[in-house]
């Protein structure tokens, strides 16, 4: 059984970056899409970026040419790259094995991650 452990949360300041990691076990991880996905506070759950299979890549628009997901096969983990974050980005992000919140049929436990000044 597949399951999915993120890291790397934690505070930071606008404009600063920071790193979250999906540590995958059971399977390898290039058995799967891995989406990120985040909840701010009041919302719903919204789709962030996701790294295919075969490796193409999705990003929200929001964050498009700020966050870069990658995947490592040795480690066996997918990372989020987070540069020159904004306020807005404060949110429990979650990784799971679909880029389709509705069809991931693992998720990790979720990440808080605070950006304030």
């Known amino acids: 059984q597949v399951q999915l452990v993120e890291s790397g949360g934690g505070l930071v300041h606008p404009g600063e970056s920071l790193r979250l990691t999906c540590t995958v076990s059971?399977?390898?991880?290039?058995?799967?899409?891995i989406g990120w996905f985040r909840q701010a506070p009041g919302k719903g759950r919204e789709g962030v970026s996701c790294?295919?299979?075969?490796?193409?890549?999705w990003y929200l628009d929001s964050v498009q040419g700020r966050f870069t997901i990658s995947r490592d096969r040795a480690k066996n983990t997918v990372t989020l790259q987070m540069n020159s974050v904004k306020s807005d980005g404060t949110a429990v992000y979650s990784c799971a094995t679909d880029c389709r919140q509705g069809w991931a049929g693992s998720w990790g436990q979720g990440i808080q991650v605070t950006v304030a000044s």
């Open positions: 790294i295919r299979r075969e490796g193409s890549t």
């Open positions: 059971g399977r390898p991880v290039n058995d799967y899409d």
